[in-house]
């Protein structure tokens, strides 16, 4: 259905379909609205709906709204949905991830902050790069301070929008680190503003600042934004909240908007939140979930709906859910439910060893196959990176093919760095990290000396790097070096020149052509260069298509946006294959079939979250997240001891499964035998089984001999072939009829002989 604005009729349908909660939310007016959205409960749909509604009673011109999400792949759902309800009325309308609009508003007034407006946008690379040169001047060896820690710091300070020289006001004087780290900030934010760039957390601060600073650029953002409508509220951080609070706050009375047509005051921008408490994960990330607890305090007369009604799960996923979020302290009571019916129990494994563990994730994939489950329509969920080995081992030994998400993401291999380096040197000449980075990639010469008399030269004349380079002449070098740079000054020029006529592509192209990157990996015999240049092409491929797409896009343009590509938005359809992915990855996905491992005390909660104020409660949502992104199946796994970084530990279920119903699961494993559910009438858990010692087989006397036949409780029955040691440390390799060969050692193994 796609709506005529001038067709008011089409305001009824578009509340069809809608439970009673949806059309609530859908049509509510006030200053204040927050949306509570329990997981797969229609947040997207309910938001998309209450957009095209308030342009179908002509409330609001298109271009009077704001939505804002957290990644570019959200924003591209919501974009696509409104246009499917609107239509081209839907033009006009900004519907952006927090760091875009931001990045669009800091272009149209970077002049009032000292910036030019073809500003670069530094990614993590770039800070870091930039940290790490600054630290090493800053003589910070001694402190042992890696960049990515003072990237981290300087990070959480601007997301408490605390400047360099709020920093260094309470910095600690007397703890080295802090005094460097201070001195360091400061440094970091003068080459910046002298390389003409922002870094990726500037974009929310500096726009705060500048909506702070210049009340009449604040009363022209919010004459033109109406209504705000934010995603995941709960995951905004202290910058992003005021953000919103400047966009929606009451202007000072002098610089209040007024209508036109009758003189009234315009009064602020209405708001509307959609988010959930019980799926705040974001802590270490800076996000607070106070911002949406405490929505209704900060925002008085506010509205609260709850959408409970979920349209991805069973009710048995829903209420093993339910179970486990509800021991949070402090929450709003919120309770999910569905009509479509119980679905299949849940399955708990428990697994002797992280290799009994991962061979139960890979033979239920297997099942799952046979019953004609795509590959793609399942996946692996696990607190940390650090659990994937064995499993991967068990993939790969049967020949499943899988995808592990969050490994090393397209534009973070160097080669694709360096390249966006070479168009961002050429885009804008003040940005000396770019220049340095590519000055001698191809080798042409120009060693870590004579990079940092350029960048004195630069220094003491006030200029940038790159225009340093034309004074080459003045620096004292030999005649083969002057030459190398003077080309290599020549060659940036030359680009520039083309990308005032051409597009990006064709100006990458011209790039990796003229400057002998590509062919230097061409003529190398390292099998992994050829794969760079693979990428290279792929990269040039990409640029192609979007140069199709943006005809008037710039290479300042290009580069925005691709800094701005969050991880999440990285995420690729991988078809056929099983997606391996960290629990803060899954977030806002969701799988047919979900395998969530690696639930024991000290992983899932984190070892770490005992030590964290409110880490026990995060560490639950987490869980809850992982959870509900199953739809119609869930396996969840525990092994009793584990081998990680080189360590075997023994460990105790996660505390967290303790409140599961038993009603709802069926157990599996090594400790099957011993649990027992408990009777209806009482706490309906397994916990009284979980560290009975009779569920601990001791096989320390079996000793098995080459032609023995065993049954094991994970791999079913099998076939000796091969034995080592005697007992108590024998070890047996055993050919499993259901297809996998394992060595065991017998002592532990959950196996009897037949």
Not at 199 to 225: C, G, M, N
Not at 368 to 380: F, I, K, P
Not at 725 to 737: D, K, Y
Request: net charge negative; aromatic share 8%.
């Amino acid at each position: 259905m796609q709506l005529d604005l001038f067709d008011t009729p089409n305001q009824d349908a578009l509340l069809e379909g809608l439970n009673p909660q949806q059309r609530e939310a859908v049509l509510h007016r006030g200053k204040a609205l927050l949306i509570v959205a329990g997981a797969g409960s229609g947040k997207t749909r309910v938001l998309t709906h209450r957009i095209a509604h308030l342009l179908a009673t002509r409330e609001l011109w298109p271009s009077q709204i704001l939505a804002i999400t957290f990644t570019n792949k959200a924003a591209a759902e919501m974009r696509e949905r409104v246009e499917h309800l609107v239509g081209q009325s839907s033009e006009g309308m900004w519907i952006k991830t927090f760091h875009s609009a931001c990045l669009q508003i800091l272009r149209r007034e970077a002049d009032r902050l000292g910036h030019d407006a073809n500003f670069t946008v530094y990614d993590t690379g770039d800070t870091r790069a930039l940290l790490k040169r600054l630290l090493r001047e800053a003589g910070a060896e001694d402190a042992d301070i890696k960049p990515q820690q003072a990237a981290a710091i300087i990070s959480n300070a601007k997301n408490e929008l605390k400047d360099a020289e709020d920093f260094a006001r309470n910095a600690d004087r007397s703890n080295p680190k802090e005094r460097i780290v201070a001195e360091v900030y400061q440094a970091y934010s003068s080459e910046l503003k002298r390389n003409n760039a922002f870094d990726f957390d500037d974009l929310i601060s500096e726009t705060v600042h500048l909506l702070r600073a210049y009340p009449e650029v604040r009363a022209r953002y919010q004459k033109r934004f109406r209504h705000v409508l934010v995603d995941e509220y709960q995951d905004t951080n202290h910058a992003q909240y005021a953000l919103i609070r400047e966009l929606t706050r009451p202007l000072p009375e002098e610089y209040a908007n007024f209508d036109e047509r009758t003189g009234e005051v315009i009064p602020a921008a209405d708001l509307t939140v959609v988010g959930d408490s019980d799926q705040s994960i974001y802590a270490f990330r800076g996000a607070d979930i106070r911002n949406i607890t405490e929505f209704e305090r900060d925002f008085p007369g506010a509205r609260t709906i709850l959408l409970e009604q979920n349209y991805r799960s069973t009710q048995n996923i829903l209420s093993a859910a339910n179970a486990v979020i509800s021991q949070n302290p402090y929450r709003p009571a919120k309770n999910l439910w569905t009509d479509s019916g119980s679905g299949e129990k849940i399955t708990l494994f428990t697994g002797y060893d992280e290799r009994n563990e991962a061979a139960f994730v890979v033979d239920r994939i297997k099942r799952m196959a046979d019953q004609g489950v795509n590959y793609s329509e399942m996946a692996v969920l696990y607190r940390t990176n650090a659990l994937t080995p064995a499993l991967e081992a068990e993939l790969k030994s049967q020949r499943i093919p899988y995808a592990v998400i969050g490994g090393l993401k397209f534009f973070e291999r160097k080669e694709i760095k360096d390249a966006l380096a070479y168009l961002s040197a050429v885009s804008n000449g003040r940005n000396d990290e770019a220049v340095r980075r590519v000055i001698n990639l191809p080798a042409r010469g120009i060693g870590e000396k004579t990079e940092l008399k350029i960048a004195q030269f630069a220094r003491s004349n006030e200029i940038s790097f790159r225009q340093a380079l034309s004074h080459v002449g003045d620096l004292g070098l030999g005649p083969k070096l002057t030459a190398a740079i003077t080309e290599f000054a020549d060659l940036l020029n030359e680009m520039d020149a083309l990308s005032a006529t051409d597009g990006p592509a064709d100006v990458m192209k011209m790039i990796l052509q003229r400057s002998g990157y590509r062919a230097e990996l061409e003529a190398s015999r390292d099998p992994q260069d050829e794969a760079r240049v693979e990428n290279l092409d792929a990269l040039l491929g990409q640029l192609y298509d979007w140069q199709a797409q943006n005809p008037e896009g710039t290479v300042t343009d290009y580069l925005a946006e691709v800094t701005l590509a969050a991880a999440a938005d990285e995420i690729e359809d991988e078809s056929g294959s099983i997606s391996l992915m960290t629990l803060h990855t899954a977030k806002g996905l969701e799988y047919p079939v979900v395998f969530l491992m690696g639930l024991e005390q000290g992983t899932l909660p984190h070892v770490r979250a005992f030590d964290e104020p409110g880490g026990l409660q995060e560490e639950r949502r987490l869980m809850y997240v992982g959870l509900t992104r199953a739809k119609a199946k869930l396996f969840l796994s525990h092994a009793l001891q584990r081998t990680l970084f080189g360590n075997t530990a023994s460990f105790i279920p996660s505390g967290f499964l303790n409140d599961i119903p038993a009603e709802l699961l069926e157990i599996e494993g090594a400790q099957r035998e011993a649990i027992r559910p408990a009777a209806p009438q009482q706490r309906s858990t397994w916990q009284g089984a979980i560290n009975t010692p009779a569920a601990v087989r001791d096989n320390k006397d079996m000793e098995l001999a080459v032609g023995d036949r065993i049954r094991h409780e994970a791999f079913g029955e099998g076939k000796v072939i091969a034995v080592a040691g005697t007992p108590p440390r024998q070890t047996a390799e055993v050919r499993f009829s259901s297809g996998p060969t394992k060595r065991l050692l017998v002592k532990m193994a959950p196996i009897e002989k037949l």
